[in-house]
């Protein structure tokens, strides 16, 4: 094939069209499509994201389903202990409460005092405060000692009975001195 | 052969040059490529158009969804909060030590002979174990012996619901002074006890044989001499 000699002109015609043609390459893919296909492909990740945040919502709210029914057990029983702790500052309703509960089983003159409180080192506890009691009888029969002390310990589930003190009282031998060292668990409110 | 004369060779050439004219093939061919790129950006442009609906309706969707979910989050966390702490609670609560049972104990253990002057009992915080230190009076003609018998009994008894029993003398003396028991003058010892035990309750004894378990075949007799 006989290749016909370029002018002058046509070789700066040639350059001036190549580099036409790289122009538009290079604005066609930088301005165009380039942005285009970042802004597609960010679109499709972001859809991938909304659509796995989708998929673990409703496995989130199926689960929540599930434990609401296995919790209904410990939420009814986590209401009925928080239900121990009775309204206002325990040092206003704990002494009068041990009072009455002692005089209820032939025990008089009960006196209450705080201790010491704080908080729980657990931290499934950290809305729970203990409470750390001496209650004084200081006229006790020791039957009615011990029935008041099995109906306290039944009845409190909350209440520990760290120390227990008993004397005999010299003079009246059918009394006895006691104290008492209680921890309770009580609800912050 | 007829001769030819091309009077017009130099316009032709003219034209063929006009026609061949590389600025001009060049024009020509970009606004082709530059029309398959419109078709082709246009082509993505759809789609990335598509794609941007799907991605709206899947916003659209978490929008609807993410109150619930959080919701259902906070829910879920509540939940497990109340199921460790009431496990927590469950586990102290069944952790206590019950005092009545073990004050009926010794009540049950004390002899006419014996009294029983003080109790001071306290779970130890490091083992929560139970230590408990007994003081009192023992009577009869050999009143070491009655509070032998009375330590013996209590630890017998002890033994039946509790683990680690150990119920030992701390001190034992006896009294110059006599005692009035049952109205006679009877000598006295005091003394002073000191009990520790594990609250974890002593195993059941096992159950004797019931009539409809068939009793084990006796492999061999036993032979007394």
């Known amino acids: 094939m006989k290749l016909q000699k370029l002018s002058k002109d046509q070789i700066q015609k040639i350059i001036l069209s190549v580099l ?35 998929a673990s919502s409703k496995t989130e709210l199926r689960k929540t389903a599930s434990l609401e029914l296995q919790a209904k057990e410990a939420t009814g029983r986590y209401e009925a202990l928080k239900k121990t702790t009775q309204e206002g500052a325990p040092i206003a309703w704990f002494p009068p409460k041990m009072r009455t509960f002692f005089a209820d089983h032939g025990i008089d003159k009960v006196s209450a005092r705080l201790e010491s409180s704080a908080n729980f080192k657990q931290p499934e506890l950290a809305d729970w405060i203990k409470d750390n009691w001496a209650v004084e009888l200081p006229e006790s029969d020791y039957v009615a000692l011990g029935k008041a002390i099995a109906d306290l310990e ?36 | 052969m007829a001769l030819q004369l091309n009077l017009l060779h130099e316009e032709f050439t003219e034209e063929r040059q006009r026609k061949r004219d590389p600025l001009k093939l060049g024009i020509m061919g970009m606004i082709g490529i530059g029309a398959i790129f419109f078709l082709y950006y246009g082509w993505n442009a759809y789609q990335t158009i598509q794609i941007k609906s799907r991605l709206s309706a899947a916003e659209a969707e978490w929008q609807r969804v993410e109150p619930n979910v959080t919701a259902a989050q906070k829910r879920a966390a509540e939940l497990r909060q109340i199921i460790d702490s009431t496990e927590v609670l469950d586990t102290a609560i069944e952790a206590r030590f019950y ?26 915080e490091v083992d929560h174990s139970i230590s408990v230190a007994l003081e009192g009076l023992a009577a009869a003609r050999e009143p070491r012996g009655a509070a032998e018998e009375f330590r013996q009994l209590l630890s017998e008894q002890l033994e039946k619901s509790y683990t680690e029993v150990k119920v030992s003398f701390k001190n034992l003396e006896d009294l110059d002074t006599l005692v009035n028991l ?22 059941p004894a096992p159950k004797p044989a019931t009539r409809s378990q068939k009793p084990e075949p006796v492999k061999e007799a036993p032979t007394t001499k």
């Not at chain 1, 290079?26 to 991938?48: D, E, H, W």
Request: with cysteine; hydrophobic share 45%.
């Open chain 2, 99 to 124: 005092w009545a049972p073990f004050l009926a104990t010794v009540s049950h253990c004390v002899a006419p002979n014996i009294q029983v002057t003080s109790l001071d009992g306290s779970l130890v």
């Open chain 2, 182 to 203: 049952s109205g006679v003058p009877t000598a006295s010892a005091r003394f002073v006890l000191e009990v520790t035990l594990n609250p974890t309750p002593a195993a």
């Open chain 1, 154 to 189: 039944n009845s409190e589930p909350l209440l520990a009975l760290q120390r227990v003190t008993i004397h005999a009282v010299t003079g009246e031998p059918q009394y006895q001195q006691v104290t008492l060292l209680a921890q309770t668990t009580l609800f912050k409110k």
């Open chain 1, 20 to 54: 036409g043609f790289i122009g538009l390459i290079y604005c066609y893919f930088t301005f165009f499509l380039g942005p285009l296909n970042r802004s597609r492909a960010t679109m499709i990740q972001t859809i991938a994201d909304v659509q796995a945040k989708n």
